[in-house]
């Protein structure tokens, strides 16, 4: 027998102890909140406090137990992630031992912002308990404490806060809060999650690591708790620096057991969470404080026991891949770090071998060359220990090199791990990038190593403190959708500081927040930031991939917009955007990689499986392009189908953004028929949990035959409606015959989207996104100006709808000018005053310009970054104005008009009467009334005017004129009746009084 492996499970039994001594004076919490992301096998449905551990009992007894025997009387536990479970076990296992209801339960129900802020909602409950400390507990680790001890020693240490502490190894020290003290335990400093965790100052090898329990002198805490903002709400990230920086914090370390240590896990990981079970059955078991053996943590009832082998402490494996029957998993795609050690998984249905590289730190040298050792499924898999975060791999695939049948296999080429979610290193340009030998045709084959030249993954840790961060789920007929690039918002932005311009941090900066607050944006839909290429047709005509729709990776964020190139800081941003009440949405392409045509590069997945990854032609040897990019990727095939939902996923879980905007997505719904709006990966979409519940945005069209889709998409997913664009535009250039698409527009385009069960939130609206005019540059140019760009005019489209109104681009004449204001401010009252969701593009609520160039995706320049020392306040505050009503007013409805119950509808002339089917037909009437009422709400009467100045005979009755666009201050609150008087080209929202 293995002395690895005990024969029989070990029944634990109970060591009989004396009575503790009651302890008094003190209120305790337990935070039991957690998700335990790390753990999601086990937590999808249960926070990380109740997954079960040795049997029947769960994480969370461990700090019940230790409560209990170190003579606490009373304890409040503060639950929020999936709580139910918590709720029924806690009073039933737990109940009897604390007399007089001295067990209590407060749920969050997602409100609670911070492991401090569980602290601030519940003082109430802690101040019912009385004391002059408060004792905040950990209930999501595995570990043996005496309270009484950590609390006598407080009191005498004259700190106001005391951190039980352990040490771990530096390298394992990345998760945790870590610190340094002096010899009078004293904290000189601390940080949260370094990247760089510091040693102790004795032991420069060992890092000094909270365990996340803290005890308070009340009357400090409750200063430091209600004196401070909301977002600042955590423990480990803002409470206990305050204090260090006061220099009134302390630690406190449990006394050493006869093993020499105390014992603490924490039990993030699956493989952590299994060590530790081990620990309880070993041949030798975990010698715990107390002198008392593992025996001795007796929690009620069930054996001990966990299958498997272990590699003991004493031996190390060095660059060895384990094989099925161990750790190792299939089911898990990309490099997982798994505590002490990573999995390695790629699908690839037709090599033969696959070898895992692995690279130093900067990715320049090879070190090892290892065989996957096992596959099934076509997915090729080992898992290798000690190999940390921060370790740089890719892979070398093996197998037919032939062209004609599909197949590109070429080991000379190191490949990027379609899963990897951080990267090191750029593309550099160079012909062995390729599979082939250029200046020959492709069916030649290249021996040139790539690796040089190539960009590496890097295994990450996902480790994050989300546990108080909760999903905004803004509902659609409440959302307000600002579509931006991370470099272009904050490059030219003269408040971010300089070091951060065109990055997550910077775009996560206050003034960006704020900015965004006050025109009442309820989400920011970037524009790329998964990894792309700058492809190299443009690097050698000394532009480069802007915009960034040119996928490398669909895992990893584009390295150029992370400062230290960590994947912590998109998490960073998105916690502070959720803080500030916006969401994140992402632009997403999955119709095409940058590796182009059966003539492009091998980066990545031509060289793992071309016949697989991509849609091939009749004649296999050709790509089958239906994107305009050379390829298209093969979303049928059922893993490159799971490749995408995995990331897709991923984004949502690990990175918590809000949803997605899909690029081309009628490329994503191509079948062997053609489009099909119930294929494969929408159908995938709908029935996932995760997915069905976030918001889907389709770009609803592509190149190929068939692939205009506006309307044709079903629910849960909202669509760019250039419809609305194009009409939009057309009425307030004064068009002719514009007023029946106009009133189409105005209430949610039903003849698009009034079907199949959808909402009236259905249309994305908007007048100008980032690929063509500004919605400035709308009205003042007539003419596309795309000279910078290389092509002799050749790019971008011609049918901009546009009106420069006297004068082509920038002018000194204030007439002029006027009327681009109006016009603007028009447009954008449509927008916002129209049924669906509204979206502008950054920059537009301050009159940017991109000097008339319709076509921008390669000028990361001045050309593409916002101007905000030149934006225009009568612009914004019509802006915020108008979001303001739009919110106010409850005029965006989830239903269309129609039947009894639902929102009603009505047309009027400007005489005051119902339109006719004349004035429908009138080509020269430029002035429209709709009144709506919706549901619960005051009648909204909204009219247009993209005509001269008019009038409006308003319905009986006196109305509250809300909105006027031709006012310099568009917001108002007067009250009118009769003939209202209408400036020329102008929109007004009226409610009834």
Known sequence: MSEYMPAVPRLATPVTRPAPVPVTGVATLLLAGGK?????????RDSKPAVPFAGANRIIDFAMANAVRSGLPRMLVATQYAPHSLHHHLPTRWGHRFPQAGLALRDGQDRFMGTADAARQTWDALE???????????????????????????????????????????AEARGFGVMQADAQGRILSFLEKPADPPGMIDQPDRAMVSMGIYVFDRRWLQEALFDRPVEAMDFGHDVIPDAVAQGVAGVWRMPAGPSGRGYWRDVGTLDALRRAQLDFVSAEPARLPFASPASDWYLGRGSIAMPGAVVPESARLTCTLVAPGTQARSDILGAEFMGEGTNFALYSDHATKVELCLFDDEGQEELYRLPLPDMEGGIWFGYLPDIMPGQVYGYRVHGPYEPENGHRFNPNKLLLDPYARE?????????????YTIGEDDLSFDERDSAPFMPKGVVVDSRFDWDTERALRTPWADTVIYEAHV???????????EDLQGTFRGLATEPVISHLQKIGVTAIELLPIHAFANDRYLVEKDLSNYWGYSTLSFFAPHTPYLKTGQIREVKEAIRKFHKAGIEVILDVVFNHTCEGSELGQTLSFRGIDNASYYLLSEDKRHSFDTTGTGNTLNVAHPMVLRMVMDSLRYWVQVMHVDGFRFDLASTLGRESEGFERDGSFFNAIRQDPVLSGIKLIAEPWDIGEGGYQVGGYRWPFREWNDKFRDDTRAFWRRDSGQLGVIAERLVGSPVQFNHSHRPATSSVNFVAAHDGFTLWDTVSYSDKHNDANGEDGRDGHDHNLSDNLGAEGPTDDAGIDTARVRRVRGMLATIFLSQGVPMILAGDEMGNSQDGNNNAYCQDNEISWLDWDGARADIRDAVAALTAFRKDSGLAQTHFSGPEGQPVARWFHPRGDAMTDADWSDGELRILGLMLQPTDVPEILIIVNAGDDGEFALPEGDWTLRIDTARDDVACMDTVSGVLPLGWQSVVALTRA
């Open 423 to 435: 990267l090191r290193g750029e593309i550099i340009w160079d012909d062995a990038l390729h599979g």
């Open 487 to 497: 470099k272009g918002v904050t490059k030219r932005h003269p408040d971010v500081p």
């Open 36 to 44: 335990g992301t790390r753990l999601y096998e086990l937590t999808a």
């Open 128 to 170: 019912a308990m009385g004391g002059d400390q408060v004792l905040i507990l950990a209930a999501d680790h595995v570990y043996d404490m005496n309270y009484a001890d950590l609390l006598a020693a407080h009191r005498v240490s004259g700190a106001a806060v005391t951190v039980a502490v352990d040490t771990v190894p530096r």
